[in-house]
C-alpha cells in the first residue's frame, strides 16, 4: 500500500506543529510553560480531531465517488463539505473561546497554570477553520491518489512553524502566546497552499458554478458520515481529556511527563493513524466500484504491513523511551521518570492499537462507520474507569496500562463483528450464485 507511505510522512509532519511548540517551550521557557502546552494539548485535540474526524468520514465519501467515477457528486460533496463545515469549524472556535473558564474548570486545571493555558488556547482556537479546510482539501487529495501535494505543503509549513516559533519564543521573548500564534500562522498557510493547489493543478477535483448547489441527500449523507467520523475522533479525545484532567491531579512534574510521553506516543500514532486512513481509501474505492475481492485483499494487506509497524513501533519505544523523553529538557528527573515508566508500559500493548487501525479503517471505507465510534466509546470508558482506580498506585504507568486494556478488548470486539461480516457477505453470494443456476437452468 504505497499510499500509506506518504500519509505516514504527512501524519508525522503534523505531529511536528505541536511537538515544535513543546520543544522550544522546553528549552526557551520554563516547566510551568511546557506543562500548560500538554494541558492545552488534550483541549485543543478535542477540537482539532472533531473536524479531523468529520473529514475522514467525508474522504470515504470522496473515494467512493472516485471508485464510482463520479466526478460530479464528488464536486459537489467537496461544495457542500466545504460551505457547511467551513460554518462549524467557526462556530466552534467561538464557543471554544467563549467556555474557556468552563474547560479549566472541567478539566482541573492547577490555578498556577492557568492563565498560560487560557492564552493558547485563545490564539490557538481562532485557527480551527483553518485545520479544518486544511484537512478537507487534503482528504479531497488523497482519495484520488495525490497524498504528495499534501506532504509537501505540510514540510513548507513546519519549516515556517519552527522558524516563527524560535523566533517568537525566543527573540521576541512572547512565550507561550508566540508558540501559539506561530501554530495558528502555520495552520492558515496549510489550508490556503492545499486549496490552492486543488485549484491550479487539479482542476478536475475543484467544484465549479454547476456544482455549488444544495441537494438533501447529499447532505444528508456528508451528515451521517462526517458526523459518525467525527463523534469517533472526538469521543477519543474527550476521554483523553477526561484521563487529563485525572494526571492533573498528580502534581506538576507528572503533568510534564505525561506531556512528554504522549508527544513521543503521538510520532507512533502517526503510522497506525496513516494506515488507517490508506485503508480506508482504498476499502472504500473498492466498494464505490463494487469489487468485494479487492476489499478483502486491502484489508489483509493493511493487517500484515500494520501488524508489523506495530511489532516494532513496540520494541522502539521500550528500549528509546530515556533517551527520547531527554529531548524535553524542560521537564525535571522526576518527570522523565514518569514519561519512560509510561512509554515503557505502553509499548507492550502497540501491536493491539495498530491492528485496531486496520480494523477501524475498513469499517470506514465500507460506510459501516458506526462500527468505529461504538469500539471507540468504549475502549475510552474502560482507560477513564482503570485510570481512575489505577493511578494513586500506579502513577503514570497506570493510564498506559489502562490504553493498552482497552486496546486489547477493542481488538476483539472488531474482529468478532469483520467474521460476522463476511459470513453474511458470503451467504449472499451463495443466494445469488443459487439463484442464477436456477434461472439458467429454467
Known amino acids: 500500500m504505497i499510499l500509506m507511505l506518504p500519509l505516514i510522512a504527512s501524519n508525522i509532519l503534523q505531529q511536528l506543529y505541536n511537538t515544535i511548540d513543546s520543544v522550544v517551550i522546553s528549552r526557551f521557557t520554563d516547566e510551568s510553560s511546557f506543562a500548560a502546552v500538554g494541558i492545552t494539548s488534550s483541549v485543543m485535540n478535542l477540537f482539532t480531531f472533531f473536524l479531523?474526524?468529520?473529514?475522514?468520514?467525508?474522504?470515504?465519501?470522496?473515494?467512493?465517488?472516485?471508485?464510482?467515477?463520479?466526478?460530479?457528486?464528488?464536486?459537489?460533496?467537496?461544495?457542500?463539505?466545504?460551505?457547511?463545515?467551513?460554518?462549524?469549524?467557526?462556530?466552534?472556535?467561538?464557543?471554544?473561546?467563549?467556555?474557556?473558564?468552563?474547560i479549566c474548570t472541567l478539566i482541573r486545571v492547577p490555578a498556577a497554570l492557568t492563565s498560560l493555558v487560557k492564552v493558547y488556547l485563545a490564539v490557538v482556537l481562532t485557527g480551527l477553520p483553518a485545520t479544518y479546510i486544511y484537512n478537507l482539501c487534503s482528504a479531497l487529495l488523497r482519495s484520488a491518489g495525490h497524498t504528495a501535494v499534501v506532504l509537501i505543503v505540510l514540510l513548507v509549513c513546519v519549516i515556517v512553524n519552527t522558524g516563527l516559533d524560535i523566533f517568537m519564543v525566543y527573540t521576541?521573548?512572547?512565550?507561550?502566546?508566540?508558540?501559539?500564534?506561530?501554530?495558528?500562522?502555520?495552520?492558515?498557510?496549510?489550508?490556503?497552499?492545499?486549496?490552492?493547489?486543488?485549484?491550479?493543478?487539479?482542476?478536475?477535483?475543484?467544484?465549479?458554478?454547476?456544482?455549488?448547489?444544495?441537494?438533501?441527500?447529499?447532505?444528508?449523507?456528508?451528515?451521517?458520515?462526517?458526523?459518525?467520523?467525527?463523534?469517533?475522533?472526538?469521543g477519543l479525545y474527550i476521554g483523553k481529556l477526561m484521563v487529563q484532567g485525572i494526571v492533573n491531579t498528580a502534581g506538576q512534574s507528572v503533568i510534564a511527563g505525561f506531556t512528554a510521553a504522549t508527544r513521543l506516543e503521538?510520532?507512533?500514532?502517526?503510522?497506525?493513524?496513516?494506515?488507517?486512513?490508506?485503508?480506508?481509501?482504498f476499502v472504500g474505492q473498492a466498494y464505490g466500484a463494487a469489487d468485494k475481492k479487492k476489499e478483502e485483499t486491502y484489508y489483509h494487506s493493511s493487517l500484515k504491513i500494520l501488524s508489523a509497524m506495530g511489532a516494532l513501533c513496540s520494541v522502539l519505544l521500550f528500549f528509546t523511551a530515556s533517551p527520547a523523553s531527554a529531548l524535553f529538557s524542560g521537564a525535571g528527573a522526576e518527570a522523565l521518570a514518569d514519561s519512560v515508566s509510561y512509554l515503557r508500559m505502553i509499548s507492550v500493548f502497540y501491536l493491539f492499537c495498530f491492528t485496531g487501525n486496520t480494523f477501524a479503517g475498513y469499517f470506514d471505507g465500507v460506510g459501516k462507520v458506526q462500527i468505529p465510534f461504538i469500539g471507540v466509546a468504549s475502549h475510552i470508558t474502560m482507560r477513564i474507569i482503570l485510570s481512575a482506580l489505577l493511578i494513586q498506585r500506579m502513577g503514570l504507568p497506570a493510564v498506559a496500562f489502562a490504553s493498552g486494556t482497552g486496546w486489547v478488548y477493542v481488538n476483539i470486539f472488531w474482529s468478532v463483528l469483520k467474521r460476522h461480516f463476511a459470513k453474511d457477505a458470503k451467504g449472499a453470494g451463495a443466494l445469488r450464485s443459487s439463484a442464477s443456476a436456477g434461472s439458467t437452468e429454467a
Do not use: W
Open 52 to 102: 479531523v474526524g468529520a473529514c475522514t468520514g467525508i474522504s470515504v465519501l470522496f473515494s467512493q465517488s472516485f471508485g464510482k467515477r463520479d466526478s460530479q457528486e464528488l464536486k459537489n460533496t467537496f461544495f457542500q463539505s466545504f460551505v457547511f463545515g467551513l460554518a462549524i469549524s467557526a462556530v466552534l472556535a467561538v464557543c471554544g473561546i467563549a467556555g474557556l473558564n468552563v
Open 172 to 234: 521576541l521573548r512572547l512565550g507561550i502566546f508566540g508558540a501559539a500564534l506561530a501554530t495558528v500562522v502555520s495552520q492558515i498557510m496549510s489550508a490556503v497552499l492545499c486549496f490552492l493547489a486543488i485549484k491550479r493543478h487539479y482542476p478536475q477535483l475543484m467544484f465549479g458554478k454547476d456544482d455549488r448547489h444544495l441537494d438533501r441527500s447529499t447532505i444528508g449523507r456528508i451528515s451521517r458520515f462526517a458526523g459518525l467520523t467525527a463523534l469517533h475522533q472526538s
Open 266 to 281: 503521538g510520532f507512533a500514532n502517526s503510522f497506525g493513524d496513516s494506515g488507517c486512513a490508506a485503508t480506508a481509501v
